[in-house]
């Protein structure tokens, strides 16, 4: 970043704290889940493998690219599997292990892990939608929201089968627990995951632009955790739970974040 792209940046962000909003916005993560905890890695900030540039010009100092990139944090996948579609004599797809008794997960988790959605919930008929629990949650106490995306700032020599769902939503009202969904394409192509291998990213998007995200580890504080019962799986009983947003604000306790 040249001298002059800094000071423009910090112009930027000093403007934005004159009205108020802040440089820096500090976001707790943690992962809720009753058991297994230590298979969901921590965030990583993503980095690139790049050589030393040979020009002032190249794309490795373009301070654009350079920000955008610092700005996405990646989930690790925390399995190994091979997923594919097998038809039923009746014309029925059903979702299989492809790695048979090979398998790293057993069949009662893999049911615990995952959902093929019914065909009534699929987007089109063709393309069935699974979902997956990915039980990271974030949460801060200033607003922000956080935006889950697919890994396309990395190149994979096979790719999915399909159409990573991506999502946003307030986490300093509703940090609920994430998931993974999946619109597959091509039913007669496996879906693979390699443990350790990027499997979504995440970003956060705040008041003042400029401004820089400090994801720490959250304590799960009992108040984080009455906080998040209290909309866990409000979807099985109501439709557009975004409606329900200035309600969670209300029962909201002011401070949340607590880092480890």
Known sequence: MSWDDYFADEREAAAAEERGKKR??????????PKSSVIWSPPQPFRRQESKPSS???VQVCPAAIDFDHRHFVIPCPFDLT??????PTG????????????????TVLRELMVLHPPNEWRDPNKPLLQMIAPYVFVADDPC?????????QYFPTPRPGVQIGGRYPVHVWPRPLSWGFEWHDVN???????????FYVHFETENPSARVRLVE??????????????LDVSNYVN???SLFADAKRMRPEKLVKPK
């Not at 496996?190 to 990027?198: C, D, N, S």
């Open 24 to 33: 820096t916005i500090t976001v707790g993560w943690t992962v809720r889940t």
């Open 83 to 88: 997923l594919q579609f097998a038809r039923r």
């Open 218 to 231: 959250q304590e799960m504080t009992p108040e984080l955790d009455e906080y998040l019962t209290s909309i």
């Open 240 to 242: 557009k739970t975004y």
């Open 145 to 153: 929201y956080v935006v889950q995306s697919p890994p396309y700032l």
């Open 56 to 58: 002032a010009k190249s």
């Open 92 to 107: 029925e797809l059903t979702l299989v292990d492809a790695d048979g008794e090979g398998s790293a997960l057993r069949q």
């Open 189 to 199: 192509a496996p879906l693979t995951f390699k443990r350790g291998e990027p499997w």
